[in-house]
């Protein structure tokens, strides 16, 4: 069986995209934040349809916990998948912000930096000798570093975000000699808890960006669980290096 390890598990775009891998028949090793309810829901998804999960708790602002998580991802793919490497490295994990320019501070820029940026880079860095020849790895970054996803008040977030746009065509070029391919997805607008279940807290808020997507709603979870592991999935194997925007053509 082949294993995901996915960052941000316990809701939103991680929860689907775990749960979508595992109807694939992958193994999933979901990483949690605080929300360890969340985790233990979408492990108890997963197996309820006969697949196979373990939650970890993770917190992937602070690198300097990543050597003994990989002490922990060791232990379950042995105990769990009676393996010692893993397939397939999915970072969506974040934090949300929104401020203007002149109102962001040092505190909240380093903060984004740590969750969006570094802790991607470091968490691959020490992953990636468990990680299998041919394998796969999805960054969620954000139609905020886009040109159409342009809006006041994401300048720090849109720019950790566009740094991992980067940083995926970085890991394409370099992973490649190892037949590691390294795409990121761009979510539009998506019902999330992120900004601290913003939908929840103002519905009024949903007309007007399903006006501007062409699709006419906002994104789901699902929309881009499913483009994740589509990236993942056998039909993918010739991309790679890519940033596939996954919003419903919005601002198109």
Do not use: C
Not at 120 to 131: E, S
Not at 193 to 207: S, T
């Amino acid at each position: 069986m082949r294993v995901a390890i996915i960052t941000g598990g316990s809701s939103g775009i991680g929860q689907s995209a775990a749960v979508q891998l595992a109807q694939h028949g992958t193994g999933v090793i979901l990483t949690f934040q605080g929300n360890e309810a969340g985790a233990l829901d979408t492990v108890a998804t997963i197996e309820k349809r006969g697949g196979t999960a373990v939650a970890l708790p993770l917190d992937v602002g602070r690198s300097e916990t990543f050597p003994a998580f990989r002490d922990s991802v060791v232990a379950a793919l042995r105990d769990t998948w009676q393996r010692d490497s893993f397939d397939f490295l999915v970072n969506n994990a974040g934090a949300g912000h929104m401020a203007l320019f002149e109102d962001t501070t040092e505190e909240d820029f380093d903060r984004l930096a740590r969750v969006l940026l570094k802790g991607p880079y470091f968490l691959t860095q020490t992953l990636l000798p468990l990680m299998v020849d041919g394998g796969a790895i999805v960054n969620t970054t954000s139609s905020s570093a886009r040109i159409v996803g342009l809006e006041p008040g994401y300048s720090a977030y849109g720019s950790m975000k566009g740094g991992l746009v980067v940083l995926t065509r970085y890991m394409a070029k370099e992973f490649s000699k190892r037949g590691i391919r390294v795409n990121s997805v761009s979510p539009g607008v998506t019902r999330t808890r992120i900004g601290d279940n913003a939908f929840e807290r103002f519905p009024d808020l949903i007309p007007g960006i399903a006006a501007r997507t062409a699709l006419g709603r906002i994104g789901e979870p699902d929309d881009v669980g499913m483009a994740i592991a589509m990236l993942l999935g056998e039909e993918s194997r010739w991309i790679t290096a890519q940033d596939i925007e996954v919003s419903g053509g919005y601002d198109l």
